[in-house]
């Protein structure tokens, strides 16, 4: 089974609308972290939004907020207000229990028109 | 301030040949990992190393050797190049100190294997 699992592999979006980008993920750790990740056409890596498994409260970050579902396990990356520079591919990932290492979805591409 | 650096930014090879793919860091953290990216898979880990002299496999370390005798070096070393081994390759670095911190990518390296 995936560990995470981002349904939809292209989403469209006009500029100025709020988006939802999904994320489930599937762990037995009772800690863990949540982060997702941006990726432009220019191809780095930018880190967005971290939600830890034992924080009460949604994290945001600007216009990313992350609609953290634990019982569903589910990490929706929501964008208000999008803009033309939003358009890239996104990653969720996840890091489990002690360790350093992240697993990541697939991404989704994210596409912004005017 | 140069955070992650990986060399060279693009390669080609061709099959049977070997490489090194350089990776340093001056922002002294103690993790550093290894991941392809292909399209439609994600990012997926090769190897990783919790510190100097520690070195473990990731998801998917088959035809890749990694040695940390530094903290700031983490190189990753193709003995025998493949064509399956065509791919982006970014390494991250994060701080093991607190749970939130992200990882830190570099700007990738786009290996083709002819």
């Known amino acids: 089974a995936q560990k995470i699992t981002q349904t939809q592999p292209g989403m469209f979006v006009q500029e100025k609308e709020a988006v939802t980008l999904d994320c489930t993920y599937d762990t037995s750790d009772q800690s863990y972290g949540l982060f997702w990740y941006k990726q432009p056409s220019s191809g780095e890596m930018i880190f967005l939004i971290y939600?830890?498994?034992?924080?009460?409260q949604n994290a945001t970050e600007g216009r990313y907020s992350l609609n953290f579902q634990k019982a569903r396990k589910s990490a929706n990356l929501v964008i208000s207000a999008s803009q033309l520079g939003d358009s890239a591919m996104y990653f969720c990932a996840m890091r489990e229990g002690g360790y350093s290492t992240l697993t990541f979805g697939k991404g989704t591409m994210l596409l912004v028109s005017p | 301030n140069a955070g992650v650096t990986q060399t060279p930014k693009f390669q080609v090879l061709k099959t049977g040949q070997s490489m090194t793919l350089q990776c340093a860091q001056d922002m002294n953290h103690e993790y550093m990992s290894w991941y392809r990216q292909d399209p439609g898979m994600g990012l997926r880990l090769i190897h990783y190393?919790?510190?100097?002299?520690?070195?473990d496999q990731g998801e998917v370390p088959n035809g890749y050797n990694v040695s940390r005798s530094t903290t700031e070096d983490f190189p990753l070393r193709l003995l025998s190049a493949a064509p399956s081994q065509t791919s982006v390759y970014f390494c991250a670095t994060r701080s093991v100190g607190q749970s939130n911190q992200p990882q830190h990518f570099g700007d990738g390296t786009r290996l083709s294997i002819l």
């Open positions: 939600q830890g498994s034992y924080d009460e």
């Open positions: 190393s919790v510190g100097a002299g520690i070195t």
